[in-house]
């Protein structure tokens, strides 16, 4: 199966970085996408970022010029670099992958635990 493993959260003050990562392991054949996705307390999940096969990127408006993803495809692994962090950014990141187990296989969306990031004073 197909496991996701986040790392990087923690507590920052405003202004600061961070860099969230993400391991892909287990029974995957290729990762066509992954991204980053956040949800803070009553509120719904949203896209963070997302970074394709081919390189091209997506971005939240509201982390345009502050974040950066990235990824390295031979190690299935992607980042966020999160840097002049603001209050607003405070939220589980969850990082999420978009695969194939086999060259004949569906495409699956699969999911981290996420990992929290708080940003405060």
């Known amino acids: 199966q197909v496991q996701l493993v986040e790392s990087g959260g923690g507590l920052v003050q405003p202004g600061g970085s961070l860099r969230l990562s993400c391991a892909a392991s287990?029974?995957?054949?290729?990762?066509?996408?992954m991204g980053w996705y956040r949800q803070a307390p009553g509120k719904q999940r949203d896209l963070v970022a997302i970074?394709?096969?081919?390189?091209?990127?997506n971005y939240a408006d509201s982390v345009k010029g502050r974040f950066t993803i990235s990824r390295d495809n031979a190690k299935n692994t992607v980042y966020l670099q999160m840097n002049s962090l603001k209050p607003e950014d405070t939220a589980v990141y969850y990082c999420?992958?978009?695969?194939?187990?086999?060259?004949?296989?569906?495409?699956?969306?699969?999911w981290g635990q996420g990992t929290q990031v708080t940003v405060s004073s």
């Open positions: 970074v394709r096969s081919d390189g091209s990127t």
């Open positions: 999420n992958a978009w695969g194939q187990r086999s060259s004949t296989s569906r495409y699956s969306d699969y």
């Open positions: 287990g029974s995957i054949f290729r990762i066509n996408a």
